[in-house]
T-cell receptor, first 111, second 115 residues
Framework: SQKIEQNSEALNIQEGKTATLTCNYT??????LQWYRQDPGRGPVFLLL?????KEKRKERLKVTFDTTLKQSLFHITASQPADSATYLC??????????FGTGTRLQVTL | DTGVSQDPRHKITKRGQNVTFRCDPI?????LYWYRQTLGQGPEFLTY????????KSRLLSDRFSAERPKGSFSTLEIQRTEQGDSAMYLC?????????????FGQGTRLTVV
């Protein structure tokens, strides 16, 4: 069955550093992979989408890579700020744009 | 547009009672999705509509669950004879259908607690 793995342990980094989150998947060949941010008690918010034929995508301080051979996506936040503290969800887009999510990784940025 | 709206935000109910949640999607979006999220997990797909047609249901959606989207606008999700295992955050999302690479807009969710 399809499986998406994100590091379940929280990632703690210092303000100004680059945060790197990992998403690995098996038994799946998605055409699109998406990243969402979720704050406690709120719904996920879309951040970035990357296509299978794209190696890298950037948006402001965010960068996503997509390696279909390794079946892995990396999500980077550069110059991290305390306001970036949240849970980040990786999602694979299937038929009818139905999303299959990973468990999410909680990021904590400290001063 | 104010985005996807869900009501209520919180619901506490006794085991065995029926509950109904409402979702108002972004008006021009023809696709509407329901997801369920439990603590420490990512959202799990339940069902989706294209306009008023319910096109797919997850095996997670037991016979006690029913969803509707009359006239292709708002949607309701009803859970009959609630069980403690139904306690979760129920999320609604909407999007425009297309060739893929479609951003989903989520509501704030309805947190259900079954006591």
């Amino acid at each position: 069955s399809q499986k998406i793995e994100q590091n379940s342990e929280a990632l703690n980094i210092q303000e100004g550093k680059t945060a790197t989150l990992t998403c690995n998947y098996t038994n799946y060949s998605p055409a699109y992979l998406q990243w969402y941010r979720q704050d406690p008690g709120r719904g996920p918010v879309f951040l970035l989408l990357i296509r299978e034929n794209e190696k890298e995508k950037r948006k402001e301080r965010l960068k996503v890579t997509f390696d279909t051979t390794l079946k892995q996506s990396l999500f980077h936040i550069t110059a991290s700020q305390p306001a970036d503290s949240a849970t980040y969800l990786c999602a694979l887009e299937g038929t009818a744009s139905k999303l299959t999510f990973g468990t999410g990784t909680r990021l904590q940025v400290t001063l | 547009d104010t985005g996807v709206s869900q009501d209520p935000r919180h619901k506490i109910t006794k085991r065995g009672q029926n509950v109904t949640f409402r979702c108002d999607p972004i008006s021009e979006h023809n696709r509407l999705y329901w997801y369920r999220q439990t603590l420490g997990q990512g959202p799990e797909f339940l069902t989706y509509f294209q306009n008023e047609a319910q096109l797919e249901k997850s095996r997670l959606l037991s016979d006690r669950f029913s969803a509707e989207r009359p006239k292709g606008s708002f949607s309701t999700l009803e859970i009959q004879r609630t069980e403690q295992g139904d306690s979760a955050m129920y999320l609604c999302a909407s999007s425009l259908s297309g060739g893929g690479d479609t951003e989903a807009f989520f509501g704030q969710g309805t947190r259900l607690t079954v006591v």
